[in-house]
Structures are given as C-alpha cells and as structure tokens.
C-alpha cells in the first residue's frame, strides 16, 4: 500500500483515471444498459431503456457525475473529489438499471427476468477501478470508499429501487439462505484466522528466540502455501475421517472428514505464514541501539518487549493481520467444496447451475467482506501506528 | 568507585579485553581514549552488565556488581550512547521520565524532575517537554539523552562517544554542559571517545587502552607527557603532543604575581593551549590573566611551566 503523500503512488493512480473514467461513461452506451428475457429458461437480450421520468432524472445523473469525475482526473483538487463523483456514478449508474428495469418489465409478470446488461457490469467495474486510481492518488486505501459505494448500494437496494432485477428476486427467494451462509462464512473466516494465530503467535515467539529454528519453520509454511488450496482440503479429508472414526468425541464435536473442519484447518494452514512472517518482522522493526539503550536503561526483557518491540511493531503487525484477515475471507469461499458451509455454497451451487445470480448472490457479500475487514483494520492500524 | 580486576572478555575468537585492571576514583571524570576496536566500549559495558566478562571482575563501591540484579545495577548507572536511542513513540518528557517510572516514583516528583533535568542541560522545559523525538537536533537529541541517565540522579554516569556524531560547534556546547554538570553533581563519569582534544577538554583523568590492553592511566599532563605511549602519540598529529599537553594545563598555575599594562587579558580558567595561540595571535609574549589579584603570564613562565 502507497503511504500518505507518497509521489510514486500520484504518478502511479493519476493517468489511468481518465481513460478509465471515460471507458466507464460510454460502456453503458454502446454494450447497453439493461436486458431483459421472458423467463429464466430464456436467454435475456438486451433491452432499451425506457424513456420514463426518474430513469432519465438517473442518467442525467450519471452522466454529470462522469463529468466531474472526468474533470476530477485532469486536476485533482480537492482530493476527494474524484472519489466522491466515482460513487455518484456508481449509484446513478445502478440507480438507472435499477429505475430502468422497473419500467421495461411487462406489469404484472412474474416469470420475466431482467438484469444489468454487459455495458452496465462493464461501467460498474470500471467505475470501480477508478475509484482504486482515485484512491491510489489520494495515497490511501480504495477499501474505504468501495466500501461507501456498496453501502449506498445497499440503501438503493433497501429503498426498492433493484426490487425488478433478477438478483432482487432471488435474493428475497433465498434471504433466510442468504442469512446463514453470511453467517458461516464469518464463523469459518474469524476461525480460521483465531486458529492460525494460535499457531502463528508462538511460532513466531519461538523462531524469534531460537533465529535458527526460523528457516525451519519458514521452509514448511511456504511450503503449504505451494499446494493449492482445495487440494490441501482433500488432503485433509482422509486423515481427518479416520481421527474422528477412530475417537467418537471428535465426532460429537463436529471434527470430520468433510464440514467446517477440514475448511477451518486447511485455511488455517494458509495464514499461518503472512501471520507469522509479520509478527516476526514486526518484533525486529526495533533498531539495536534503541534497544541498547532501553536495556541500559534498566528495562527488563519483558519491559523492552512491551515497552518498545511491540509498540514499534504494531504497524507491521497489524499490516500482516489486514493481509491475513482479508485472505480468511477470501479463501473461506472455498469451504463451501467440502460441505463446510458459507457464502461459497451460493456460488458454487449458481455455478451448478449456471444461475448467474445466485452467484452474484454469494460473490457481493464476500465482496463488501473483505472491503469491510480490510477498511476496519486499515483505520485500526493508523490509530495505533501513525 | 569504580574498579576493574583483571578484566578480559572475548568474543568468539576475538579477544577484546586483556587483563584490564583501572580504578576510577569518585567523583572523578574518566576518559577512556583508544582506536577504534581497542575494546573500550567493551569495558564501559562490563560496568553496567551490558557485557559479562568472560574473566576478572568489576566493582561498584567495592560492590562486585556480578552480584547485583542486572536491572537494579542498570537503574542506578545512567547510560548515554553516541546514537542516544531516544524512544521514538514517547514525548521528551517521557523517555527522561524512563528510570523514575521504573523506579515507581510519583508523578508530581517526576514531573519536576523532568522539568529540572530539562533545564540542566539546557533545554527550555515548556518547549521541549511534549516534543516527539523525531523533531529534534542531533545535539538536543543528545542533551535529552543526558537528561535520561540523570533522571534517578544515579552516582555514576557511563557514555559511549556521546558526542562524537555532532559538529564541532556543538560538541564543544555539550561538552562545556557536561563539565558544568560534572563539577555541580560531582558524580563518577566514565567517558568513551577516541577524540584526544574531547579527552583534554574532560578528563579529570585519562585512560588509554590498544588492543584490549589498558596501556596508560593517570592525569591527562602525565599522559600526554614525554613518556606517552605509541598509541597516543599516533593519534595526535606528528609533533603536536607537546601542544596538547599544554591543553592539559591551566594557564593560572603558570603565571607569576604582578599586572601587565597593555598586554591582551586571556580569561580566567583557560589553559595553557589558549594562551600560546593568545599569543601567537597578538604577537606578544606577555598576557594578563583575568580575575584578581593581578597576574601576567610570559613566554618563559609557559614554557618553564610546560617543561616535563
Ligand atoms: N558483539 C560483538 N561480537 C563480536 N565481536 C565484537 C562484538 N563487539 C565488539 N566486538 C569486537 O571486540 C573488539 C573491541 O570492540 P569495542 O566495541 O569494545 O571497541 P571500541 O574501542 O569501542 O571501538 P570503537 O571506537 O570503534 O567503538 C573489536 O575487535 C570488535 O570487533
Ligand atoms: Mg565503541
């Protein structure tokens, strides 16, 4: 990540804003901007926007938001200015999809679908990278403000105005679904990261005392972070099947070959090197004369480590748990491939059946997860390690 | 009083300290001058168990301090090294307040501590008390550093090169701060460098160490006398010992009763170096020494006095 007021990162975000900002305007144009199929057994075409009221109220919108975001690229002051016209497009834009799909379905029809068309998903996702450029301009995290941009999303979505997409539809079909697997996806990603800790914490204790068990214990970890993650889970199966054949209390506690366990262990087994490797370099961040002279103070081990290791290590530390964090909540998609629940279950099951909403279903809240730990921690590492 | 026994300490292969035997009187300012690697951080270190020697041991006030609680030892020696390793994330006011703390004290005595410390070194306490490290001078980093192993008011001061990263400007400031402070405290110093005209402008005493030996101790005249051992006369440009003896002297012990009209006035407390450039400089051979009674200084009572 570009520290505050770092140059490179000014040079790195500000020439891909325009061309990305201008893509994102005429997507919509050329690709379209909804469409629309009679029923789901149908492929949907692309449809015309209707010419009503509050859709051209929202395109208007959109197009003005463009403008500025445009304008915002040429001359970046104030600084937010280019964050805030990209999340203005971001909800004009689905504001008009949104508006616009209400109006084009027959009234009264409950089989006919409609959906963004590709020129709307195109601008969305450019939009979305102009906000990162932006972001990488300001020299912060673009995490924050994907984040507003999902919240406001969310008010669009509760306000009704997606009611008419298909993805609305199956949504309400699914909420109690939906529900429990945001639920579990936060259960396998918060123990999959607790039990990584509790192995990662230690280790990096005892390599920090012991500098020649580290290449050791460094060598396995990436090892691990060789082998592909789902077959990592399958290796896991078998030797997991036979423990809880073998002692029925695993079983009652629901270690298994396949469920969360398998998933849990194997993400674990993930996270352990980044957490690891930044609990270590953050113990070492303390330059030798500093801790010289704190031990020549009259610290004592347990002062210079408290009193100094930690403190000045908090920031890589904290880094290395963003980075951990965030990939919990990726990987944990994966558990869903040995039956261990969450919000992958959704996708892989609209993957089954190449029901593209059920995997956009599953995919948005793994989305606005990982935005929202990565922002959490991003603000907690600055309030302890300015 | 601090006394080394026979102290040697290698490490690995490398034989730091031979056999290092010194006694630093009390309240005295010692200097410890030696090339680089001759082992005199080492030696400094033994003191306040920063470096166990391998053999020979080392007293505090005939305290063997092998059988002091390192940490205890630690909080009554203030230790000041030449990069100072100030904490970063804690104000001015809290990194001289690190041994207080340790040592429980309460916070209206360390808050006045503080500020009396401050001042002492020369720092305007308002102005620098909540300042982050990062913000200062290299010589007010230092002068903060003094500031810390004061705090608890420790009997014994040990410094590493404290001034050896500054410019010539500021070093002689601290060095003049660290002699006032030495003459109102009268603590033991200790005192690493390997700059001899720093080790004239402190010593009460100097100690030169080569190659892990102690090869010289005694009053700074009697060091950089005619015996001086290779070692001083290689660090000190070719011929200039003598001149750097007479920095070693004070002018008043050589001057004679009786006023000097006319003749420039050279201040009281300067040394004999002073006076020969004084003189050189005004192209005379008579001087007038500041203070009362009258007294002049002449070329011959320098020299007769520079005599070994
Ligand atoms: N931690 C260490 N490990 C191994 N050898 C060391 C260590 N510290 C010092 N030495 C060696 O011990 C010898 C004496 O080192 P010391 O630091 O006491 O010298 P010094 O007189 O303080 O030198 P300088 O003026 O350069 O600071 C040197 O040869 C040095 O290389
Ligand atoms: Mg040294």
Redesign the pocket.
């Known amino acids: 990540m570009p520290s505050p007021h770092c140059p490179a990162g000014r040079l790195a975000g500000a020439p891909a804003l325009a061309p990305l900002a201008l893509a994102a305007i005429l997507a919509p144009l050329l690709l379209g901007w909804i469409s629309v199929a009679p029923n789901r057994l149908v492929s949907p075409r692309a449809a015309s926007l209707p010419g009503s009221a509050p859709v051209l109220a929202a395109l208007v919108l959109f197009h003005l938001s463009g403008l500025v975001l445009l304008l915002a690229a040429w001359r970046p002051r104030p600084f937010w200015l280019a964050e805030a016209a990209a999340i203005g497009a971001v909800l004009a834009l689905a504001a008009t999809v949104g508006l616009g799909t209400a109006a084009a379905l027959p009234a009264g029809s409950t089989v006919a679908r409609a959906a963004p068309a590709a020129g709307a998903w195109l601008g969305l996702l450019l939009l979305a990278l102009a906000l990162a450029a932006a972001a990488v301009v300001r020299g912060g995290t673009p995490a924050l403000p994907l984040l507003g941009a999902l919240l406001g999303l969310a008010a669009l979505g509760a306000a009704g105005v997606f009611d008419s997409l298909s993805l609305a539809r199956e949504m309400a079909g699914r909420a109690a679904d939906l529900r429990g697997a945001i639920a579990g996806h936060l259960g396998l990603s918060l123990a999959s990261l607790l039990l990584a800790l509790l192995v990662a914490v230690p280790l990096s204790a005892l390599a920090f005392v012991r500098p020649r068990l580290e290449g050791a214990f460094l060598a396995i970890a990436s090892g691990i972070q060789v082998v592909p993650s789902i077959a990592l889970f399958g290796l896991l199966i078998a030797p997991l099947a036979a423990l809880a054949t073998a002692f029925p209390a695993l079983r009652a506690m629901g270690l298994g070959g396949i469920g969360p366990a398998p998933a849990v262990i194997g993400i674990a087994a993930y996270l352990v090197l980044p957490l690891a490797g930044g609990i270590l370099s953050g113990l070492r961040v303390a330059p030798d004369d500093l801790l010289e002279a704190a031990r020549g103070q009259g610290l004592s081990p347990r002062g210079v480590l408290l009193g100094v290791r930690l403190p000045l290590g908090a920031g890589v530390m904290l880094g290395a748990l963003r980075l951990a964090s965030v990939q919990a909540v990726g990987l944990s998609t994966l558990a869903a491939l040995v039956g261990g629940g969450g919000l992958g279950t959704l996708v892989f099951q609209g993957i089954g059946q190449l029901a593209t909403d059920l995997i956009l279903l599953g995919v948005f809240p793994i989305l606005a997860l990982s935005l929202a730990v990565d922002a959490g921690l991003a603000l907690l590492a600055r309030r302890v390690a300015p | 009083m601090i006394a080394f026994e026979a102290v040697s300490h290698r490490?690995?292969a490398?034989e730091?300290l031979r056999e290092v035997s010194l006694e630093v009187p009390s309240g005295a300012l010692c200097v410890l001058l030696?090339?680089?690697?001759?082992?005199?951080?080492?030696?400094l270190r033994t003191v306040n168990r920063l470096v166990e020697p391998s053999a020979g041991r080392v007293t505090l006030q005939g305290r063997d301090v092998a059988a002091i609680d390192p940490q205890a030892l630690r909080r009554g020696i203030g230790y000041v090294i030449q990069s100072v390793g100030l904490f970063p994330h804690r104000s001015v006011a809290e990194n001289v307040a690190t041994v207080p703390r340790l040592l429980g004290w309460d916070r209206a005595r360390i808050e006045a501590r503080v500020d009396a410390l401050l001042a002492m070194v020369g720092l305007e306490p308002r102005a620098y008390r909540d300042r982050p490290p990062a913000t200062l001078s290299g010589g007010q980093a230092q002068r903060v550093g003094l500031a810390r192993a004061l705090a608890a008011d420790p009997p014994v001061l040990l410094m590493?090169?404290p001034f050896s990263a500054l410019d010539p400007g500021t070093r002689r400031e601290l060095q003049a701060a660290l002699r006032r402070i030495h003459a109102e405290t009268g603590k033991t110093i200790l005192l690493?460098t390997?700059d001899v005209e720093e080790a004239l402008a402190l010593a009460s005493r100097v100690a030169v160490?080569a190659g892990?030996r102690l090869v010289a101790e005694g009053v700074p005249a009697e060091v950089f006398g005619p015996g001086a051992p290779d070692v001083v006369r290689r660090m000190v440009r070719a011929g200039a010992l003598a001149f750097h003896r007479l920095a070693a002297l004070d002018a008043a012990a050589a001057a004679a009763p009786g006023p000097a009209p006319g003749a420039p006035l050279l201040p009281a407390g300067a040394r004999l170096s002073d006076a020969l450039l004084l003189m050189l400089e005004h192209g005379t051979g008579c001087l007038a020494l500041e203070g009362d009674p009258p007294r002049h200084l002449t070329v011959a009572g320098l020299l007769g006095h520079s005599a070994p």
């Open positions: 490490y690995g490398v730091a030696g090339e680089s690697g001759s082992g005199k951080s080492t030696l590493d090169e690493v390997h160490m892990g």
